[in-house]
Each structure stands twice: as C-alpha cells, then as structure tokens.
C-alpha cells in the first residue's frame, strides 16, 4: 500500500499526479459560500454560483485525466440557501449560523446574487452534475444521503433539510463496479429463483434456495442512504461519515490489481435470476432495467448476485493480483477517505489546500499504520515539514513516525 498527503491547491496538485493512476475518487469538496477556511486560494467563497461551480468543474477535470478509463467519481455535496448566514444580519435568531463559534467560519450573506431571492434554494448539487456531465463525466447515480440527525432549523414555512447528494459519476460508458461487495439484504427472501439456464433455482424438498446456484439473499444496494453524520472534534468543517465512504471504496475499488498496470480484478459470482413478481410487471420496477422475459414463465427476472467464486484480472498482463486500487481525495481535510481506504487494505492520495489538515489527517491515520506491526506501508510523505510540527502533535508522534518511515 502507498499512502500519499499532499499539500496545496487541488487543481495545481493534481497536475503533478501522473495520467490513468487512480481507480476510484471520492471526495467532499468545501460547499458553496457555508465556510471560510481562512485559506488563499480555498474554493466555495466565490461571488456567484456559476464561479463556484466553473472551479470545480477544472478540478475535476484534472481527476479525470487521474482517473483511470473504468475509474470511477463519488463526489458529496450539500445545498445552500440563500440569505444571511453567520452574523447579525441572520433573520432566524436560532439558526446555527448564530451559535458562538460558528460565526468565524461563515460568511455573511448570499443576498445580492443575480437571479437569486433571498429564502432561494440555490440547487448547487444539480448544478454540479450538469457542469459535470457537459465537461464530458457519465453521470450515473444520485445517491440521496439520508441524515436521521440533521442539523437543526428553526423554519416553520418549509421542511428541515435533512439530506445531502452523492454522485456517482465515471470516466467511460463502462467501468469497475463491484455490486456485489455492497449488496443489500434483501426484504423479499420468498421471491422464486431461476438459473441462468431457467431451471428453478428453488430446492423443493426444503424449499430453500439451492446451494448450488447460490444461496442469494440480497439485493443490488438502492440509491437512498441512511447515515447519521459524524460530529468531529478538532475539525472546522462537515467530516464525512465513515459509513458514506465505506460502499465507495468497495464499489469502487478491488481488494487485488495488476501488478503492472493497475487494472482492478474483478469478482467473479454465479448469478441468479429471481422471477419478478406479477405485480412488479409493467411497473416502474422493470423499466430501464436489464430484464428479459422468462421463457419458461413469460414472466420478467432480474439478476441477482450469486455467490463469488473467485476474482479474475480485467487486462491482458500475465500478472498475479499483486498491486493496489488507489483511492484518491482532492480535498481531503481531516483525511476519512484516506482512514476508510487503509481500513481496506487500499491505497490513497489526499489532498488539501491547508497544511493544517494534513497534519490533522496525518494524527488521524498515522496511528492506523504505527499501530499495526505488519504494516510495511511506505509512505512517500509530501507535507510541509514546518506545518507539520506544529502544537497539535502528539508528544513523540513525529519520532515514532520518522523513525517507522526511516525503517521502510
Ligand atoms: C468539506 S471539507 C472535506 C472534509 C473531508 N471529506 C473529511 O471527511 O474530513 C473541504 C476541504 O477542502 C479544502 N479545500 C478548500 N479549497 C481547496 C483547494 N482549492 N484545493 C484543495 N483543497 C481545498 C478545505 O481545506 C477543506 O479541508
Ligand atoms: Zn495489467
């Protein structure tokens, strides 16, 4: 595994990273006009929408020359409304914009945008999408993230926002995506299975599902995600929650790749054809989904993901599985992606603009590897050195550090 932290604007940074190394980027860029990072150069304090949304669109621009062919983009965004935010000005006394220490990090108003009212949902995840999808991205899911602890709001004139988005967008028509490995559980367990050859997949004497064709109890991973988000202490900004990043990573990447180029190995399962129930036909279950009528039955089936059994290589190297999935995560602030991504044995690149994170990022995953005495992980370490010495460090944490990089 290698494990990079990189220091500096995303689009500059990115730059220096060579073409085709990444295999799957999940990231949480800072939100338009919600906080100032008190950082030159930082994205989300432009005037309109429109500059916000053109900066994003160059970074990941360069993600995708990052990015691999079958590589794919996660990417977190939350909306704004517009108004006063953060100082006196605010309307709704309650709002948390005015709670001591929360001011600093605001910025004062939204108001005076053209083509924005105040009270206007301004809608910058959609934004986002088009942008990206125009810039040449295949956007293929809006995954809703269901909060069931959102923040609170004091308004009585509409609901209390209590989701985010998380687009799944990638650089080809086809691309690695390990469903199986997200699977559901499935809630309709007595639905009949087929073979792929049609025969019943149905054991009769125990009217269980035969082991020989895979014992499939789950269903492909839907689009809405409930998650409480994660309060962190230390960080002045939103913290993604493990549990968001934890189905990127394994969707996204594979626990084994080429050694020579990189190319994930893919899961290899037997599928499994369920029957689709009466009442699903016709419905908005089968429409623009891969269903193909029943020869026997006439009825519709969907493919279900049977057991692995095994994984293979997706290039034509003669190689072992040796290498790595890299994740990678342009703005990469208390480092989750880069502590999800080691948690599975991947390696990753994190990057941001203020040194103050890395170092935050660098105390949070450090210990992961220290900690662990089988952990052979070179780190080709890119922080500035000055930045990272500062008050925060834990005493002897450097040390411990240096001398297990030193022994690598
Ligand atoms: C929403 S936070 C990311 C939080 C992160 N996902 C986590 O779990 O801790 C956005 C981050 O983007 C960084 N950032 C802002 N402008 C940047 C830029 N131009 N290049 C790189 N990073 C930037 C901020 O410093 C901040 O750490
Ligand atoms: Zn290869």
């Known amino acids: 595994m290698t494990c990079q932290l990189l220091i500096g604007d995303a689009t500059e940074v990115l730059a220096t990273l060579p073409a085709a190394s990444v295999q799957c980027v999940i990231t949480s860029p800072p939100y338009w006009n919600l906080r100032d990072y008190q950082c030159a150069g930082q994205i989300g304090l432009e005037d309109i929408p429109s500059a916000y949304i053109g900066r994003l669109v160059a970074v990941f621009r360069e993600v995708r020359r990052v990015l691999r062919d079958d590589g ?114 499935a809630t309709r ?120 059994t095994g994984w293979r290589p997706t290039c034509t190297h003669d190689n072992e599985g040796m290498g790595q999935c890299v994740t990678l995560d342009p703005f990469f602030g208390s480092g989750t992606v880069g502590k999800v991504a080691l948690s599975y044995g991947r390696s990753f690149v994190g990057i941001d603009i203020d040194p103050r994170n890395v170092e935050l990022a660098r105390h949070r995953i450090g210990p992961m590897l220290l900690d662990n005495p089988s952990a052979t992980v070179p780190i080709r370490r890119v922080v500035d050195k000055q930045a990272a010495t500062g008050n925060r460090t834990a005493a002897g944490f450097n040390e411990r550090w240096d001398a297990k990089e030193a022994a690598i």
């Open 189 to 308: 367990p007595d639905e009949p299975r087929l073979k792929q050859n049609g025969e019943s997949a149905v054991d009769t004497k125990t009217r269980g599902y035969s082991t020989q064709c895979g014992t499939t109890t789950t269903r492909n991973k839907r689009d809405v995600w409930t998650i409480a988000s994660q309060p962190y202490p230390g960080a002045h900004y939103a913290v993604m929650p493990a549990k968001l990043v934890e189905p990127c990573i394994l969707a996204g990447t594979s626990p084994q790749a080429c050694e020579h180029c990189g190319a994930p190995w893919a899961r290899v399962t037997e599928r499994v054809a369920a029957v689709a129930p009466a009442s699903y036909n016709g419905s908005t279950f089968t429409r623009g989904k891969t269903v193909t009528p029943h020869a026997n039955t006439g009825q519709g089936t969907r493919y279900e993901h049977g057991d692995t």
């Open 72 to 185: 794919t983009l996660w990417v977190n965004i939350g909306d704004t409304y517009c108004g006063y935010h953060g100082n006196s000005q605010c309307a709704d006394e309650d709002a948390p914009s005015n709670k001591p220490g929360y001011v600093e990090n605001m910025r004062a108003t939204t108001v005076g945008v053209e083509g924005l009212k105040p009270k206007d949902l301004v809608g910058i995840p959609w934004m986002l999408a088009f942008a990206l999808r125009a810039d040449g991205w295949y956007l293929r899911s809006d995954i809703i993230w269901a909060k069931p602890n959102p923040m609170p709001e004091s308004v009585t004139d509409r609901p209390t926002s209590s989701h985010e988005y998380l687009f799944l967008l990638s650089k080809s028509a086809t691309y690695y995506y390990d469903a199986a490995a997200i699977a559901e559980d």
